[in-house]
Structures are given as structure tokens and as C-alpha cells.
Nanobody, 119 residues
Framework: VQLQASGGGLVQAGGSLRLSCAAS????????MAWYRQAPGKERESVAR????????YSGDSVKGRFTISRDNAKNTVYLQMNSLKPEDTAVYYC?????????????WGQGTLVTVSS
């Protein structure tokens, strides 16, 4: 199984980025997909997750209204649109595949992509 995240980079505060995560080696459409992040010196936290069809999404309080998760099952890809970025959003962002929306931990992790937001 491979979850290949991309789209990270350096952006100024208030800017936008779109992360992508291309999945291979698994039946993408049967997994809940999620984004997590880990800032320097902090624990990894859940950012957003999306149900199988894409109609159900959950976002963490710190990103609600700014970040949007979506998926394209035909392309085996999950996205994270990040708007109104803040310096505190600086972190390594990871995509993950979960068995259900209530899973406490992912079944598969991808490699991370670094997002740096400058003030």
C-alpha cells in the first residue's frame, strides 16, 4: 500500500495550498480517508476525515471553515484544500486510510508533506 502525499510548500499567512494524496495497492473506495498533521514539538493531530462516498466529512475545530477535505474515487485520490492559512498551521501533513469514520487509528499511513506558513 502506498499513500503518496504532495502539494506542500512555503506560503504566506492568508494564502492557500491544496494537498493531494494518491493511493495505490488498496481498494480506495472502501476506506475512510483522513489528513493528520504534526507540528514541531507537538503530537500528531487529526485534521479532517471523509467518508466512503465523500458526502460525510469531519474537520478539527482548529481548521473548521478554512480547510476542506474531498476525494475522487475514480482517481484514488484525497485532497485537502487549505485556505486562510496561519503560521500555526505549519506542520508535516500526512494522509491516512481508516477502516471507519470512528476508527481511533489509521490502518495505513502515507509519508508526509511539509507545509510552512510564514507570518
Amino acid at each position: 500500500v502506498q499513500l503518496q502525499a504532495s502539494g506542500g510548500g512555503l506560503v504566506q499567512a492568508g494564502g492557500s495550498l491544496r494537498l493531494s494524496c494518491a493511493a495505490s495497492g488498496l481498494t480506495f473506495s472502501i476506506y475512510v480517508m483522513a489528513w493528520y498533521r504534526q507540528a514541531p514539538g507537538k503530537e500528531r493531530e487529526s485534521v479532517a476525515r471523509i467518508g466512503l462516498s465523500g458526502s460525510t466529512t469531519y474537520s478539527g475545530d482548529s481548521v473548521k471553515g478554512r480547510f476542506t477535505i474531498s476525494r475522487d474515487n475514480a482517481k484514488n485520490t484525497v485532497y485537502l484544500q487549505m485556505n486562510s492559512l496561519k503560521p500555526e498551521d505549519t506542520a508535516v501533513y500526512y494522509c491516512a486510510a481508516l477502516v471507519s469514520l470512528t476508527s481511533s487509528a489509521p490502518k495505513y499511513w502515507g509519508q508526509g508533506t511539509l507545509v510552512t506558513v510564514s507570518s
